[in-house]
């Protein structure tokens, strides 16, 4: 049980008025449930109107209060408890006069308590209390000697009636009306007509009111506690983010002051080497100008003496020597000075270099990437969302995106960015090779979640279109194939019709037309399109083996061929160089276009077989070896870098593999002969997919060629027809 005088301390400190630290007097509620003295009230509002203010703040929760017109606070109610508690703590000042008698008419001071009879009384009236039989039993206690439990028991005490004549009756009713409580003579005498309930029966109904309000309360309160949580730990990330990035500030500065160190150091080491041979370069200049010029000094003192002295003798005997000598100075060069390059410092500073700070909503984490859908070869598109960290879309001016694509092989794609103004960025970018990609997308420095990540993207499938031509002499038919190309300026197909020792050509529009033919003395095995439209033709078995047509078939020029022997196959690199398969020295030459200058030249080591045909692309050389039924790899340089493929009919091999052709999605397309197929794969050598079956049935595809839009024209050696694909 707690101590009394404890308890006494704890019922003071509850009754403190926080404005003026003392037990409360006249204590008044204001509506936030605070409760203060008048007076203290009254001094505030007082303070504030001086301050020309209409409102005062409850010092507790700070809510605003309108001062009243009168100037004071005294119509508020005044607090229940606190009025019953100051009542308990006077008990226990003896200097004051707490309570008086309930019993008798003479205000004398109360003594003691009873607790059945629920009066104070004087000592006269407890003496008369313990002398009558009736209350003799009753429980009585002295103020002076209460004791913690009594002191609990006087807070909860029935409250007695105010109105005269009726002080010693319990409120025990409620006027429903009125909404007071009263006691049994006021619900006879004043609220008669009233609707008067037991005030058990209300103080429960109303309990139930209380307790719902106060339930709803505390619902509130466990929201705004997770608000507080959620915004303490919001606050604690922005504080960690701000300290990263300042972190990482000083860490990159930290870095970039490192390497301008290093920068400063570098370059003082360069100009000293400068400076230092520079100066050698001076002295060695003067000290041979210092020799030459002490040759000529002494060449001219020897000969101003001869002259001074003026013998003849002398003279003729010196003057052959005194000539020679003078000759060998004269014709040595003129003087040559050293001229000091310029030397400066140029300054690259870019504001690049530096970082910013970047103040958003974005958080990287919530940020997403949506709608990937793409196919080699085609201009693809996908969203990058900004959104804050409630998930919600949002849009900052300041926020930077940055979006890198890696292909298979590393190199990265070129990637346009349109800011929607909304929170949306179109990322455009076109593939040209299928496969996993590398997407790695920054939101102010920040990946997104999953960020890099790998997209599939799809290989262009190709699809059959026609077939056109057939075994014969007459215009639109063939007699032996040897090769196809595709001019790039105007889409005309050009066909080297070789048993029949011609060249036809055909425009290509909704449908495949017969343009025109070029007669030739003998039988083409290749042809390839110019830049500018002209049309190049081999021959093989004629002198004169290069030759150099328009579109419309008219001879341009015959091109120099003295460094060919017995030539297969050519084809034009992107700069405009030749490449020519040979078979009689089993090489692979690059010429000029003129054919005038041997570029390069290179074999397979150790393959004795020969090359049929040879393409050019992204500076790797790809050629065709029938007899070794492979694709042999090269750099631009001509060294052997590996194999793709080896013999036999599994898919990425071959049975004589011949022509060769590279489509706009990076495919190495490979006429695989005798398997009567064409097989596609990566640069890297990859097998991707084959086109057989019914295309090919009974056929020999031999070359193949694309065009600009990537249709796919395939001849047959057999049948002397061309397939398209689309």
Not at 678 to 706: H, I, M
Request: glycine content about 4%; proline content about 4%; some cysteine.
């Amino acid at each position: 049980m707690m101590d009394v005088q404890q308890l006494f301390k704890n019922l003071k400190k509850e009754a403190e008025c926080l404005l003026c630290l003392e037990t409360v007097k006249n204590p008044k509620t204001l509506p936030c449930l605070h409760s203060f003295c008048l007076e203290c009230l009254d001094k505030l509002a007082n303070f504030a109107r001086r301050q020309l203010q209409t409102t005062i703040k409850c010092p507790v929760c700070q809510t605003s209060f309108s001062i009243p017109d009168t100037g004071t606070f005294a119509d508020l109610p005044s607090s229940f408890h606190l009025n019953r508690l100051v009542d308990v703590l006077a008990l226990e000042d003896g200097t004051v006069q707490a309570q008086n008698c309930n019993n008798c008419d003479e205000n004398n001071p109360a003594t003691s308590y009873c607790f059945v009879c629920q009066s104070f009384l004087c000592a006269s009236c407890f003496q008369s209390h313990q002398r009558f039989k009736t209350t003799r039993g009753h429980r009585n206690v002295l103020i002076d000697k209460l004791q913690a439990q009594d002191v609990h028991e006087l807070i909860h005490r029935p409250v007695m009636c105010s109105q005269r004549y009726h002080e010693d009756q319990p409120l025990e009713f409620y006027c429903e009306d009125c909404k007071v409580l009263i006691c049994l003579k006021c619900s006879i005498v004043s609220h008669n007509r009233h609707l008067v309930t037991d005030t058990e029966k209300s103080v429960q109904e109303q309990k139930m009111q209380m307790a719902e309000a106060v339930a709803k309360v505390k619902a509130k309160i466990i929201l705004y506690e997770t608000e507080i949580k959620k915004q303490t730990d919001l606050q604690n990330k922005n504080i960690a983010d701000i300290m990263n990035a300042e972190k990482k500030m000083i860490g990159s500065l930290d870095e970039w002051m490192r390497d301008l160190r290093q920068h400063k150091k570098k370059m003082k080491e360069k100009f000293r080497d400068i400076y230092e041979a520079e100066q050698r370069q001076h002295a060695a200049r003067v000290e041979n100008l210092e020799l030459i010029t002490t040759q000529l000094k002494s060449c001219v003192d020897r000969g101003q003496s001869i002259f001074e002295r003026n013998i003849s003798a002398e003279i003729l005997n010196a003057n052959p020597a005194i000539l020679e000598r003078c000759d060998e100075l004269l014709i040595e060069r003129e003087p040559d000075v050293y001229k000091s390059p310029y030397y400066n410092y140029v300054v690259e500073k870019s504001l690049n270099m530096f970082g910013r700070v970047v103040v958003t909503r974005s958080d990287p984490s919530m940020c997403l990437a949506e709608g990937h859908d793409n196919e080699a070869g085609k201009e693809s598109k996908f969203v990058v969302v900004t959104r804050d960290s409630e998930r919600l879309q949002c849009y900052q001016q300041d926020d930077q995106i940055k979006v890198d694509i890696s292909t298979p092989e590393g190199d990265h794609l070129k990637t346009k960015l349109k800011d929607s103004k909304d929170g949306k960025y179109t990322v455009t970018y076109t593939p040209q090779c299928a496969g996993p990609h590398r997407f790695e997308i920054l939101v102010n420095g920040q990946p997104l979640t999953g960020s890099p990540f790998l997209v599939e993207i799809r290989q262009h499938q190709h699809q059959f279109a026609l077939k056109f031509g057939s075994r014969g002499k007459g215009p639109g038919e063939f007699d032996s194939i040897s090769d196809i190309a595709v001019s790039d300026k105007t889409g005309t197909i050009a066909v080297a019709d070789a048993g029949n020792k011609r060249i036809q050509l055909f425009s290509c529009d909704t449908n495949i037309k017969f343009q025109t033919r070029v007669r030739l003395d003998g039988a083409p095995c290749s042809v390839a399109f110019t830049d500018c439209g002209d049309l190049l033709t081999l021959i093989p078995l004629k002198n004169r083996k290069l030759r150099l047509f328009s579109e419309e078939g008219q001879l341009i020029k015959h091109i120099d061929d003295k460094h060919l022997e017995k030539p297969q196959h050519l084809s034009i690199t992107s700069n405009g160089c030749l490449i020519i398969t040979e078979e009689k020295s089993k090489e692979v030459k690059v010429l000029s276009f003129d054919g005038s200058c041997l570029l390069l030249s290179f074999t397979a080591p150790g393959c004795d077989n020969c090359p049929k045909y040879a393409v050019n692309h992204k500076n790797k050389f790809y050629v065709s070896y029938p007899s070794a039924h492979c694709i042999k790899v090269f750099n631009k340089r001509g060294v052997y870098l590996h194999d793709i493929g080896s013999e036999g009919s599994n898919d990425g091999h071959f049975v004589v593999p011949v022509g060769l052709a590279i489509d706009k999605y990076n495919q190495l397309i490979v006429c695989d002969v005798n398997n009567q197929r064409l097989q596609l794969f990566t640069l890297s050598g990859k097998f991707l997919r084959k086109l057989e079956g019914e295309y090919f049935d009974n056929s020999k595809p031999s070359c193949a060629v694309t065009n600009s839009i990537d249709n796919l024209f395939v001849a047959d050696v057999w049948r002397g027809c061309i397939t398209v694909f689309y």
